[in-house]
């Protein structure tokens, strides 16, 4: 048996998951913020609703309440700034899925890559942990 | 009485489920990854479980951001796979084992796990993708599954500490179910992925194949990995592998590893499996 060393302070635990360079961590204050953004995409789970949101995008986000800057986000397929505003990818992926993109080609949208750039960096072993593990230490 | 014969820790990725449906598993893409598992089909093949505990996380698919349990289980007779977004997966509905999972569930809640009890859920890829590498295309599932949710998206998570213990607690309430049956756990996710951002792609094979090494050790060193470890080697989504970690509790202090794999990329993905038994 280990007894595991003392708990880590929560404050210390929550500023360390924001120091990973391009990353958003689905923190508390995240899921809290984007409540409303995650149950819209979640919505686009049922045909209807696919239906409803095709013929006017518009209109089917004005039924929720998220902010105007969320919804442009949304017409936009900007992921980068939905996962700022408290977007979750599992839950946007019913955007990818409403669109007919495969979950990969959507996640490149958030790279500064092309597709074929970000698939070929994936065949060639993907991105190196190197220089991206924290953005104050730099490593 | 119920024993734990074996583990199985394995990357649930959602692509490998379309291979499988689509006929694509011996393409020069799905062909090394398929080949790796041709082991462990034929092992789990001959040591025929009746019951499956299955370690996955739901991905947006029966639970939405409303309800958001750490630990759940399965006490429900059948799943049926869950429609993601593309329809359902035509694979065969899960039979669950309800008496098992209520014993498990009893048994827990005394060991002072809170527990989240589901009766009716629809199961994503992360519980059918892995049935699918271990069992290809049957007409019915060979086996009876329990499914274990695991909150792994909203922070905090659990943390490796607290999923060997759970695995741990389990294997005391398999122990104590009468009927004589054979039990597989199976933890699932990972290994090193990136799914958001700019620095999605992220994979690391050094440091998947040193955790698979930590599994294989006859010490639990691996449960006291802190999140943001995983987080910053392995990308956002590599904090699946936690949950590998409920497996490994499970076969409790030493193991003996019959099977190991690991191979890049698969889509976004480091895929990686193990076989464990407890040693004796
Ligand atoms: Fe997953």
Same mark, same amino acid.
């Given at each position: 048996?280990?007894?595991?060393?003392?708990?880590?302070?929560?404050?210390?635990?929550?500023?360390?998951?924001?120091?990973?360079?391009?990353?958003?961590?689905?923190?508390?204050?995240?899921?809290?913020?984007?409540?409303?953004?995650?149950?819209?995409?979640?919505?686009?789970?049922?045909?209807?609703?696919?239906?409803?949101?095709?013929?006017?995008?518009?209109?089917?986000?004005?039924?929720?309440?998220?902010?105007?800057?969320?919804?442009?986000?949304?017409?936009?397929?900007?992921?980068?700034?939905?996962?700022?505003?408290?977007?979750?990818?599992?839950?946007?992926?019913?955007?990818?899925?409403?669109?007919?993109?495969?979950?990969?080609?959507?996640?490149?949208?958030?790279?500064?890559?092309?597709?074929?750039?970000?698939?070929?960096?994936?065949?060639?072993?993907?991105?190196?942990?190197?220089?991206?593990?924290?953005?104050?230490?730099?490593? | 009485?119920?024993?734990?014969?074996?583990?199985?820790?394995?990357?649930?990725?959602?692509?490998?489920?379309?291979?499988?449906?689509?006929?694509?598993?011996?393409?020069?893409?799905?062909?090394?990854?398929?080949?790796?598992?041709? #082991?462990?089909?034929?092992? =789990?093949?001959? +040591?025929?479980?009746? $019951?499956?505990?299955? &370690?996955?996380?739901?991905?947006?698919?029966?639970?939405?951001?409303?309800?958001?349990?750490?630990?759940?289980?399965?006490?429900?007779?059948?799943?049926?796979?869950?429609?993601?977004?593309?329809?359902?997966?035509?694979?065969?509905?899960?039979?669950?084992?309800?008496?098992?999972?209520?014993?498990?569930?009893?048994?827990?809640?005394?060991?002072?796990?809170?527990?989240?009890?589901?009766?009716?859920?629809?199961?994503?890829?992360?519980?059918?993708?892995?049935?699918?590498?271990?069992?290809?295309?049957?007409?019915? #599932?060979?086996?009876?599954? =329990?499914?274990? +949710?695991?909150?792994? $998206?909203?922070?905090? &998570?659990?943390?490796?500490?607290?999923?060997?213990?759970?695995?741990?607690?389990?294997?005391?309430?398999?122990?104590?179910?009468?009927?004589?049956?054979?039990?597989?756990?199976?933890?699932?996710?990972?290994?090193?992925?990136?799914?958001?951002?700019?620095?999605?792609?992220?994979?690391?094979?050094?440091?998947?194949?040193?955790?698979?090494?930590?599994?294989?050790?006859?010490?639990?060193?691996?449960?006291?990995?802190?999140?943001?470890?995983?987080?910053?080697?392995?990308?956002?989504?590599?904090?699946?592998?936690?949950?590998?970690?409920?497996?490994?509790?499970?076969?409790?202090?030493? $193991?003996?590893?019959?099977?190991?794999?690991?191979?890049?990329?698969?889509?976004?993905?480091?895929?990686?499996?193990?076989?464990?038994?407890?040693?004796?």
């Amino acid at each position: 048996m280990s007894d595991p060393a003392p708990r880590q302070p929560i404050h210390d635990y929550l500023a360390e998951l924001e120091d990973i360079p391009g990353t958003r961590i689905f923190t508390a204050a995240r899921a809290r913020k984007g409540y409303w953004i995650n149950q819209f995409a979640m919505s686009l789970m049922k045909a209807d609703n696919r239906a409803r949101f095709k013929a006017d995008e518009r209109a089917y986000l004005d039924e929720w309440t998220i902010s105007e800057p969320a919804k442009q986000a949304v017409l936009a397929r900007d992921y980068n700034a939905l996962l700022d505003l408290g977007g979750n990818v599992y839950f946007l992926s019913k955007l990818f899925s409403t669109d007919g993109l495969p979950f990969a080609e959507a996640v490149s949208t958030m790279t500064d890559m092309s597709w074929p750039e970000y698939r070929q960096m994936m065949l060639d072993g993907g991105r190196s942990p190197q220089g991206n593990r924290s953005i104050k230490g730099g490593y | 009485m119920a024993r734990i014969t074996a583990g199985i820790g394995s990357s649930h990725v959602p692509l490998l489920g379309v291979a499988v449906d689509q006929g694509k598993s011996r393409d020069d893409y799905f062909g090394p990854i398929f080949a790796g598992y041709d #082991w462990t089909k034929q092992w =789990v093949a001959e +040591a025929k479980p009746d $019951v499956v505990i299955l &370690v996955y996380n739901d991905h947006a698919s029966a639970f939405d951001a409303n309800i958001i349990p750490t630990f759940a289980i399965g006490c429900g007779e059948r799943y049926k796979p869950a429609d993601e977004g593309w329809g359902p997966r035509k694979v065969p509905d899960v039979e669950g084992h309800a008496d098992l999972a209520w014993h498990i569930a009893q048994s827990l809640i005394l060991d002072d796990f809170d527990m989240t009890i589901i009766n009716e859920m629809d199961v994503d890829h992360g519980l059918t993708v892995p049935l699918s590498m271990m069992f290809g295309q049957p007409v019915a #599932w060979p086996c009876k599954v =329990v499914p274990l +949710a695991v909150n792994v $998206v909203t922070y905090p &998570v659990p943390s490796g500490n607290r999923c060997w213990a759970l695995g741990e607690a389990i294997a005391r309430a398999v122990a104590s179910f009468p009927e004589d049956l054979n039990v597989q756990i199976w933890g699932t996710g990972g290994m090193s992925h990136q799914l958001q951002g700019p620095r999605a792609g992220l994979l690391n094979r050094e440091w998947d194949n040193r955790f698979l090494d930590l599994l294989e050790a006859d010490d639990d060193a691996v449960r006291h990995i802190p999140h943001i470890e995983y987080l910053r080697e392995t990308g956002s989504e590599g904090i699946e592998m936690v949950m590998w970690l409920i497996m490994r509790g499970a076969l409790g202090k030493a $193991v003996k590893r019959l099977h190991r794999h690991y191979h890049i990329p698969c889509s976004n993905t480091a895929i990686g499996h193990i076989v464990l038994e407890p040693a004796p």
